[in-house]
């Protein structure tokens, strides 16, 4: 822990430098933070008022949302929909699954994505340009459903079982080849310097790549839990009405969707589709959704300091 | 990267999945090895009520999946559920020594799962309720997913299925000569199309009853015109998805055309009742008559009975308003007026006395009607299953076994129904709907028998039966029960044509041609010029081909 | 921490010598990052390699009982049906122009965003703005488009309202598809940019700070550092990032158009895309063969125009191509 400490003192000095230069302010600064705080607010705005009103009309009467649209203080305030995404209770079960999934996913997907990442970017692996077209490769091109579906039943046999939810989302091409490039804003020097040192590739990955990779980590932990959290097409093709408890975006978006999807088929006549709510169950669907997972960005945004330096680490 | 590296890699990661997906084919059940049915066995099939006859090997307990679309139910109702299954198992125990599990498709993308379950090939499922409307039953007998079953096999494992199937209908069910299906022929049901309306506004517009177009559009100019009085967000909430339907329906009731169902999703090709087997399109033919349909849509729109911006209109529940009364009708089948016409707690709008429902059913002008082709619900096994015989002897008690035929489409008696005085069903004491309804559990669409259905005593069954009795005079059987179209050469064709159909008969359905710019007979001209573009000469030529072939 | 000296001896000084070295040696020698590398090479294997050859599936009647490779070849069949539409030109133009337009617009307001963070001093500030511009990413796609409709529907939108309210002439944009593409565009903005944005914030919070205050020292104002110094530092996530992304170039987004369009033939001139396309014509023909034959064809003609990007930045620019 002793580097991240010295990298904290480093950052107080540079803020504290930082604040000093503030004091002389120039005209461009001053343009540009203005923009920034106006622009900023304005797109800030325009994503959260959406979001008030689904959050207005998951808390409206059905009727009146059929007849008005969508509301953002509801004239007829009820909480049936929520009573109906609730339910039977099941959706806390889901909600433990989601937040398993996410945490063991995110931490071994990233755990090997920054492996590989390092490997690839480092100027004298000579197999780092094949490994890298054979991952990039696999984002052109895919099998389409039915090979795919077949394998993991049939091969694999993971129909039912977590792992063909837990495993394909754990990496992407994409995310590697972010991750590399990450990793290309490390000196190359500091591998060098660790290697004279004589340490070994793993050991200069681990106590001199990682902690620079910060930012890196943070965001691609923040797309890997994202996906993780939004899942809910791997579970729609492997996980069948066997499993009970199935990840929460995917108990939501079956919730709805049985409805949708009988109004819309010839089986609708077999089954009496009482009064659903609908669309408040759809907005209410995008509350519980999204939920507790808002706040992991606050969270993840404290590995977004600025200037960590060459020198705070070769210091 | 060079090249070479690339394809030496690619030839490598090919050979290697190669290996492992023979591998896996092989595993599969082989289509050979479908079961061997013991000659023996054959003779000893009697007319005797017992199930299965003395010979067959039953002396291992198996379990039978039955496959069947829907969601699983949850908490209490699954509990119910398997009160039920374990005294239906019971009693399966002791008749053929199998139990039955039910495997569930949930609604969510049901066809996608329905169909990547049947690829799996793996004895996860044994039968299968299908539908050759709705459930790709041909597609999925042709691609190999369901077990040729033979007759002796029918004989001797399902023989009371097999008696009660005239043979006419086991001939419906066969694809290159084999029998893939068992039809849900002895249960009626009309899923023809029409408007639901109220008899009393028709009444108050002047109407006795609405029996034609016309009618209707006197009705929904009455009912434009009152809107705020009655109560009314819209005369018809409609969400753009009803086009086909009501081009189909202007065509029924104004000629003796009759469609071939599974064709596509707007059942275009047919024939009509004057000359069955020569194939027309109305829509492609008769353009006088899609311009007058035209018109008259375009007249709705401007009446305002449906929104501005129908066709995005994602979110009606058309149905569910016209129960409480907040729109003039919905359009769907007689089996939905039988529920929306009685008097049942969800029906709202009962509670005015004066209130009735009435149904316009399409074809009502010239008694242009089809019996309901009787594959519309139908039961296969599957190929890959392993206890095929005794799939079928399950299958032969539940549809025509008393007992299990009861426990398995209402439950436990007194629990989850009840006969009342008159013998029609009730719901007992203390029933609940949402843990107790074990009929919308079992799913099963797929045999079920008038000759042990006990009818529901919420139904208006005053206004049903004379409605039943006039479909039934007026009606005719569905004629092209035995033609399986060989679609492959041209189902690009098909795709193509029912692409530019839905785009122009939108426009035309909810009269908004002329936001493109076009009158009536531009837009017929266009419908017709795309859809011959898009090559419908090719395939009604070619299903004429066929046709000639069946019938002549 | 450099104090911290290990006992692995692989690293030897020998290293910087450039001996010729046999592949063995060589292979020994990068053993740990090959070793690093592993997990990934197999999980690319398993999940993405080992179905690739089923893509033959595009090319046969596809038999459940004869499996993928047993089934009867039929050529390009199952092309057929995007060929014989006459609409195969159109469809990849359109989803080709709004793909260029998501990304290039989508990266451009990604950056500006992202750059304007960074110069913001509040991290009070910073920290609710970025988490409320997330917001929309949680959206689902059926969400968006109810949204959108109930913003822009000509009987009861919000935007009619208002126009209705001062008297004017209602607007009804579902009839009319030349405006399309440009909502389309803002409305894919207004829901990605917050996710774009996190790449670049974390790419500049990874910028070496002694540049950013060697430049400061220097007398660069606010916009000569951001030109001089951020973007240029920016330049290689930029290029990487945009050429990623043109190998989808050809994959259109069909959850946003499928639920913001629907199904209304009136805007299909504007906003039809490829998978909107298949989508409804493969609807009542549920077929896996065709599903794959357009994927193919997609795969085909973006690995097309990755290879000549790849190959032309390669020239310029080598440490920047992607392979």
Redesign the interface.
Known sequence: M??TR?ERKQQAK?EA??SA??VKL????I???T???V???F??????F??L??IGTSFTN??V??????QLIPKDFTTKAYQMVIG?G?IWKSYALTITLTVVGTFLGLA??A??G???Q?KD???R????????F??????????????M????HL?DNYLAVL??L??S??L???MK??V??IPHEITE?G?I???????V?I??ILPMLK??L??IG??LA?GYW?EWYQS??FL???V?VKPLQYTL??L???IQ??K????G????????P??SV??A??VM??GP??LL??FV?KY????????A??G | MNKKLIAAFLAAVTAASMLTGCGGGEALADPAAAPTTDEAATEATGDDSAPAAADIDTSEHVVINYMTTGDPPEGEAKKNLDAMLEKLNGILTDKVNAELQIYYIPWTDYLSNYNLTLAQMDGSVDLIGTASDWLDAWPNAKDGAFLELSEEMLQTYAPKTWESVPKEHWDLCKYNGEIYLMPEDNYAQWTNHGYIYREDWAKAAGLDKVDSWEDLTAYFQYVTEHQSDLGLNLAWDSDGTQYGQMASGWVSSHSDFISIDGLAANALWGGTKADPYTIVVPQYDDQEMMVAYAKEMAKWDDMGIWSTDVLNKTTSANRDDYRIGKVAVEQHHTQTWTDLCSHTDNNTIYTDPNAESGFFWFGEENGNVVRLNITHGAMAVSAASANPERALMVYDLIRNDKECYDLFNYGIQGVSWDVNDEGLRIQPEGYNPDTQNINGMTNYWWGRNDDLEIKDASRNWDAIDPMYEELDAAAIDYPYGQFVPDVDEIQSYIDNINEVYTNDMKLISYGKYDDKGMTAEEAVQKLHDDLKAAGIETVTAALQEQFDALYK | MTKRKTTVVEGSPESFSPKKRTWYQTFWRYRILTLMCVPAILFFFFFSYMPMPGIWVAFVDYKYRKGIFGSPFVGLRNFEFLQQSGKLFSLTRNTVLYNLAFILLGNLLAIIVAILLNEIQSRWFKKVSQTLMFLPYFISQVLVGILVFNLLNYDTGFVNEVIRHFGGEPWQPYADPHVWPVLMVIIYLWQQTGYNSVVYFASICGIDAEIIEAAKVDGANAFQKIRYVILPMLKPTIVILLLFALGGIVRGNFGLFYNVIGQNPLLYETTDIIETYVYRSTVSDFNFSSASAVGLYQSVVGFIIVLCANGIIKKIEPDYSLF
């Open positions: 002793s580097n010295a540079l430098e930082s230069a503030k120039g005209a461009s600064d343009i540009i933070r923009i920034g705080y622009l900023v607010t797109y800030a705005l325009c994503c959260v959406p979001f009103l689904i059905e009727q949302i059929r007849s008005e649209g969508v039977g099941t090997i994505i492996m590989t390092y490997a690839l480092r692996y000579p197999y340009n094949v490994i890298s077209f054979y991952i990039y696999t984002s052109l091109f895919s099998a389409g459903l039915a090979p795919y579906y077949l394998l039943v049939q091969t694999y129909k495993l394909p754990m990496m091409p994409w590697i080849i972010l490039n990450f290309k804003q310097a290697k040192d004589g340490a070994g590739d793993m050991t990955f106590y001199l930012p890196a943070a965001t923040l797309f994202l939004n729609s093709l069948s009405a066997k009970a978006y079956e709805v969707n049985k999807a009988l819309n088929s010839v089986a006549q077999y089954i009496a589709l009482d009064d659903f609908q669309e759809k907005m669907n995008a959704a999204t997972i808002v960005y606050p945004q977004f300091i600025g200037g960590i330096t060459v020198g680490v070769k």
